[in-house]
């Protein structure tokens, strides 16, 4: 049976692009995703108040992962809702909503070994401080598989989509194959122009898992992707939609994987190019954009296939 719930996106702009998060006007109403710390009040609280809606009878923020812009509000909309809300975060991921400095510690252990920002550690921290609202104790951690009631019969499953973070996930309105996946499907990236995952092999398997099990009838992007053709997708994708996002999205990591293993049995160098030591994948690729823009998917993309080269030995 198909379950009755509208879904509204709500837009926070921050940076070079905006961030989506989704509310679901179900019998105990949720918020996908909570943008950075000014989303809640100054984004959902009016938009809510449009559709005749208050934040503070919003009962679930579903965050599908641990990144600062889509869990930096979870603090804020909590305290709007009265501390009432129940905040769900997959285990894996849970530790970046306990800890701004856990943020900081993902930026040193990767992507300042290849940006070498003397300032990069405080201007990191300064980040977490300024669009975290807050640290806190998830009050569900869940695992794929897992499902949450809504209220009304109306049910949400929980699908593991690693990749893109160790805790990326998919919730699913259940019956009406509505999926919000946050950032797991990356197509060619956002802004930066190049598709961002930490572990490359989860990553495309959690792509096939959508293309060949999942199969949504409605995708919910974290934010407007870009096509090969550098056209944006819209964050509200129908079956067909889907399906083309998911296809182009394998079909860029595995160019990217191809280049990166080329590179990685060639050895990397250290060079001048701002790409380096993978500037022969820009080159191959492609690639003109500007790797040092945080958060700088080029970067903590090829490491995940370092990584995993280095591993096998």
């Known amino acids: 049976?198909?379950?009755?719930?509208?879904?509204?996106?709500?837009?926070?702009?921050?940076?070079?692009?905006?961030?989506?998060?989704?509310?679901?006007?179900?019998?105990?109403?949720?918020?996908?995703?909570?943008?950075?710390?000014?989303?809640?009040?100054d984004g959902m609280v009016p938009a809510l108040a449009e559709l005749g809606r208050d934040i503070g009878e919003v009962r679930w923020i579903l965050l599908t992962h641990g990144h600062?812009?889509?869990?930096?509000?979870?603090?804020?909309?909590?305290?709007?809702?009265?501390?009432?809300?129940?905040?769900?975060?997959?285990?894996?991921?849970a530790h970046l909503l306990r800890s701004r400095r856990a943020h900081v510690d993902a930026y040193v252990g990767v992507r300042q070994r290849y940006?070498?920002?003397?300032?990069?550690?405080?201007?990191?921290?300064?980040?977490a401080e300024k669009v975290i609202s807050g640290e806190m104790e998830p009050t569900v951690s869940?695992?794929?598989?897992?499902?949450?009631?809504?209220?009304?019969g109306v049910t949400v499953s929980v699908h593991s989509l690693r990749g893109h973070t160790a805790g990326s996930v998919a919730y699913v309105v259940d019956g009406r194959g509505a999926a919000f996946v946050g950032d797991a499907v990356q197509v060619h990236g956002a802004a930066n122009g190049f598709p961002g995952y930490e572990d490359p092999a989860a990553y495309r398997t959690s792509l096939e898992y959508l293309r060949d099990e999942?199969?949504?009838?409605?995708?919910?992007?974290?934010?407007?992707?870009?096509?090969?053709?550098?056209?944006?997708?819209?964050?509200?994708?129908?079956?067909?939609?889907?399906?083309?996002?998911?296809?182009?999205?394998?079909?860029i990591e595995a160019r990217i994987a191809d280049a990166a293993r080329r590179a990685l049995r060639d050895g990397l160098r250290e060079t001048d190019s701002p790409y380096s030591p993978f500037a022969p994948v820009a080159t191959?690729?492609?690639?003109?954009?500007?790797?040092?823009?945080?958060?700088?998917?080029?970067?903590?993309?090829?490491?995940?296939?370092?990584?995993?080269?280095?591993?096998?030995?």
Do not use: K
């Open 214 to 251: 999942l199969r949504p009838r409605e995708l919910y992007l974290g934010h407007p992707y870009r096509g090969a053709d550098g056209e944006p997708y819209d964050v509200a994708l129908d079956a067909d939609g889907a399906r083309r996002a998911v296809r182009e999205s394998l079909d």
């Open 115 to 127: 940006l070498h920002d003397p300032d990069g550690v405080d201007t990191q921290t300064a980040m």
């Open 142 to 152: 869940v695992r794929g598989g897992d499902t949450l009631s809504l209220g009304g």
């Open 1 to 41: 049976m198909t379950q009755d719930v509208d879904i509204h996106p709500l837009v926070s702009p921050w940076g070079r692009f905006g961030l989506y998060s989704f509310f679901l006007d179900a019998p105990e109403p949720a918020i996908v995703d909570t943008g950075i710390a000014s989303s809640p009040a």
């Open 284 to 313: 191959e690729l492609g690639y003109t954009g500007d790797p040092t823009l945080e958060p700088s998917p080029f970067f903590t993309t090829l490491h995940g296939y370092r990584e995993a080269f280095d591993a096998a030995g």
């Open 68 to 93: 600062i812009d889509h869990l930096g509000g979870a603090h804020a909309l909590w305290e709007l809702t009265g501390r009432r809300a129940r905040v769900v975060i997959h285990e894996a991921d």
